[in-house]
């Protein structure tokens, strides 16, 4: 398995930044995929999950309206499109598949074990 994460770097407050992930060694269109983020000195947090099909996205509710969740199966790759960023969105972005095939329970980052290196993510002015 492997999840590799790109597109982080500094924004402005208000700016954007797209995430990828790009996924390999396991069916991406049968797993459950999620972004969860960690800020330095706080614990691993949910940010947004989708389905196998894409047709469910749940949102942590500091990212709801800003951030869109999205997968390409015929590339093997999801997305996180962050729009409006604010200074509390800063933290190491990770790329996570679900422990098993099919249905997970999206919002539990304990259900998303498997995940890549991380990409920093700093929103300052």
């Known amino acids: 398995v492997q999840l590799v994460e790109s597109g982080g770097g500094l924004a402005q407050p208000g700016g954007s930044l797209r995430l990828s992930c790009a996924a390999s060694?396991?069916?991406?269109?049968?797993?459950?995929m999620a972004w969860v983020r960690q800020a330095p000195g706080k614990e691993l947090e949910w940010v947004a999950g989708?389905?196998?099909?894409?047709?469910?996205?749940v949102y942590a509710d500091s990212v709801k309206g800003r951030f869109t969740i999205s997968t390409d199966n015929a590339k093997n790759t999801m997305y996180l499109q962050m729009d409006d960023l604010k200074s509390e969105d800063t933290a190491v972005y990770y790329c996570?598949?679900?422990?098993?095939?099919?249905?997970?329970?999206?919002?539990?980052?304990?259900?998303?074990?498997?995940r890549g290196q991380g990409t920093q993510v700093t929103v300052s002015s």
């Open positions: 996570a598949k679900a422990n098993r095939p099919g249905w997970a329970p999206l919002g539990d980052v304990r259900e998303f074990a498997s």
């Open positions: 989708i389905s196998i099909s894409g047709s469910v996205t």
């Open positions: 060694g396991f069916p991406f269109d049968t797993y459950t």
